[in-house]
């Protein structure tokens, strides 16, 4: 343990805390309400990846599409980690002394803020490829979006890792 959680965040988790450690299904359902999401938003996310990766330099109507399919996907995305948050909310409430001194814990949060940082990022360099027309003119920007791709595809796996270990360490 890091440190104790303060007094006062114990006491007010302690009504759920208490709801949540006496019902199998309020756990199944939080749980799920915390899963299903990083399992569509993330398997999303890392789909485009993927796709991202095998675009040609060459393929400039591949390159528009693919664009475009970025810009939707990050309603999805965004959407499914705003409700995995929430329901992360709901599960650290449900443990806050146990949560709250885990360091693995509080290393996944950092690499959820790292994930949200990438994925500003990637908005960034996909608003700007759109502005500059995805005629291959923008070599440095696809690139660079590559990299992003990368690093979310390494993001998304290691948040899973820390919430797996989370579950058998913590």
Do not use: C
Request: hydrophobic content about 55%; aromatic content about 8%; glycine content about 10%.
């Amino acid at each position: 343990m890091l440190v104790a959680p303060p007094q006062l965040l114990v006491d007010v988790a302690a009504p759920w805390a208490s709801l949540y450690g006496d019902s199998n299904l309020l756990a199944t359902i939080v749980t799920f309400l915390h899963i299903a999401p990083i399992v569509v938003g993330g398997g999303l996310a890392i789909a485009l990846d993927r796709a991202t990766l095998r675009l040609r330099h060459d393929e400039s109507g591949a390159r528009a599409r693919h664009l475009a399919d970025l810009g939707a996907a990050h309603r999805v995305v965004l959407g499914g980690l705003a409700l995995s948050f929430v329901s992360g909310l709901a599960l650290f409430a449900a443990d806050v002394e146990t949560y709250f001194g885990s360091w693995i814990f509080w290393l996944k949060m950092g690499f959820i803020a790292v994930l949200l940082a990438n994925g500003a990022r990637m908005n960034g360099i996909e608003r700007s490829l759109r502005s500059a027309g995805s005629d291959g003119t923008s070599d440095t920007s696809w690139r660079r979006l590559r990299g992003i791709a990368v690093t979310s595809l390494v993001l998304w796996l290691t948040i899973t890792l820390a919430g797996v270990a989370l579950l058998n360490f913590a």
